[in-house]
């Protein structure tokens, strides 16, 4: 071949190692003149050293063509395995995003709703879109002034029998017929000048007393009520309160029973009642009260139906219905003082309860301050409140307001009561809304009926009626004692601010 052939040949590229198949795809004849591996081989006998010798020379290629390696099934398995895994990480991903934009839906839909809820209600007779206005988390602004001769401009009177599951022994009256009765009036006090609300009851020949409920104009969403109470009706067969409720809705949008007095109790509490999933367990720091939860006990025993009085459940669960508590029980915090309501609270000259309704900072907070100088209270330094407290109901009732003190509950100590209501609780804050003020004066019935002989055992011995709590109180209220006397309310006044 001549230098000029040499250089038209192409150069042929050597194999790297391991590349055997190259050279056969490209060289028939090569091909043909190499031995088959064992599994194509014609003959049956073992194959040669020489052909075993040249099949492992190969690096293991000739096996390619027959049975797989053991390694080639090693990163077959791997890649089979790795290929599960990843469509199992992919379906976790799925999984864990569709679980994650379920909760952000439920998240933006309660919030949406507690939004709404809380939106503050200038009118209460516009709906919730009319009416849309930002909750707000400012300094209070006083927005009634319940007092004097206004007091009752404020309030509605029902007029008829009690609800059926207050069912008390006595008739509400409306206003004209309370006012003709005096069981409804504005008295001076000849010494001080001050004015006082006073409601009280009249006995009827048919034994059911008349008697008086008012139902506040204005609904609530939040607010600080502030009670200046002088006078509380007290005794065995009465069953006064002033409360939050909305009637219509309930429990759906909740009661909060401020002021509660149930025949001789002397002992302040404040109770809540709502619908399901409103539960306090273990969203309440006892470090944020000075008070303790009431108990349940006697609860029938869900196999026998016996009452067990083994067993003491605290009364944390707001639901009205809650299957390990009395019916209506609801979730119940006592002051930890034990002259703060009833007859020791009358002694004093009366108190100030306060109710901080709060669902922007999730509480609801109770606070009681019995008088401590008797009857003729000048709040300037008055001993038993705080100080801000003192300022405030010193100011509230100027004719101008340009001086009155603005309440700053930070600065009176810890309430004896408190709830946790809102988004990150047991208990979200729709639970209690579009609620108004009531004031009423019941007797016997559902609760101090019940109860009576336990609280009045010697009334009950005197006019026992076969044994049955309620029959015997409604015999006792009939007989018209001189103990009724002391059913009435005296009321300085109610303030009630909103966050501005």
């Known amino acids: 071949m001549s230098s000029n052939e040499r250089d038209q ?17 490209t060289n028939p004849d090569v091909r043909a003149k190499l031995p088959l591996p064992l599994s194509l081989s014609p003959a049956s006998s073992p194959p040669s050293s020489a052909s075993t010798s040249s099949s492992a020379s190969s690096g293991g290629s000739s096996l390619s063509m027959g049975d797989p390696s053991p390694v080639a099934n090693r990163r077959r398995s791997r890649g089979a395995l790795c290929c599960a895994e990843g469509i199992k990480r992919r379906r976790a991903l799925l999984v864990l995003a569709a679980l994650s934009l379920l909760l952000l839906f439920l998240v933006v839909h309660h919030c949406a709703k507690w939004y709404k809820a809380k939106q503050v209600h200038e009118n209460p007779h516009l709906s919730q879109d009319e009416i849309m206005k930002e909750q707000n988390s400012g300094p209070y602004r006083l927005v ?21 599951g207050s069912a008390g022994y006595n008739v509400y009256v409306g206003k004209e017929r309370a006012m003709e009765l005096g069981i409804a009036k504005v008295v001076k006090d000849d010494q001080t000048g001050e004015q006082f609300v006073h409601m009280s009851s009249t006995p009827t020949n048919d034994g059911p007393r008349e008697s008086v409920r008012l139902e506040g104009k204005r609904r609530y969403h939040d607010g600080l009520f502030i009670l200046d109470l002088r006078h509380m009706p007290a005794g065995c067969g009465l069953w006064p309160a002033f409360w939050l409720t ?71 669960n707001c639901y009205a219905y809650a299957s390990h508590q009395w019916v209506n029980q609801g979730c119940v915090q006592i002051s930890e003082k034990d002259d703060t309501s009833g007859e020791p609270l009358n002694a004093k000259g009366g108190g100030v309860y306060a109710l901080e309704w709060d669902p922007v900072n999730l509480r609801i907070r109770s606070w009681v301050f019995p008088f401590e100088d008797g009857h003729n209270v000048d709040y300037d330094g008055h001993a038993g409140l705080p100080s801000n407290l003192v300022e405030v109901l010193s100011t509230v009732n100027k004719s101008d307001g340009s001086s ?32 108004q003020l009531v004031f009423n004066l019941a007797f016997c019935g559902s609760v101090s009926g019940n109860k009576f002989f336990q609280d009045c055992p010697a009334q009950a011995k005197q006019f026992n009626v076969n044994s049955d709590p309620i029959q015997t109180c409604n015999a006792w209220i009939t007989s018209d004692p001189e103990e009724l006397k002391e059913a009435y309310w005296k009321v300085g006044g109610v303030y009630v601010y909103e966050r501005s």
């Open 404 to 435: 009155a003190v603005i309440p700053d509950t930070d600065t009176w100590g810890l309430p004896y009561a408190y709830f946790a209501v809102g988004p990150t609780t047991g208990c979200f804050s729709d639970h209690f809304q579009n609620m």
């Open 246 to 316: 909305d009637g219509e809705n309930w429990p759906n949008n909740g009661e909060i029973d401020i002021v509660e007095g149930i025949n001789d109790q002397t002992i302040a509490r404040t109770a809540m009642h709502s619908s399901d999933r409103c539960d306090m367990f273990g969203h309440v720091p006892p470090t944020e009260k000075t008070g303790y939860w009431d108990t349940a006990t006697g609860i029938p025993d869900s196999f026998t139906g016996e009452p067990n009085f083994d067993i003491k459940v605290d009364s944390d």
């Open 9 to 25: 040949e192409p150069t042929k590229k050597m194999p790297a190692q391991g590349e055997t198949t190259s050279l056969l795809g």
């Open 144 to 164: 009634e002034r319940q007092y004097g001769d206004d007091f009752f401009q404020f309030y509605d009177f029902h007029d008829g029998p009690d609800s059926e």
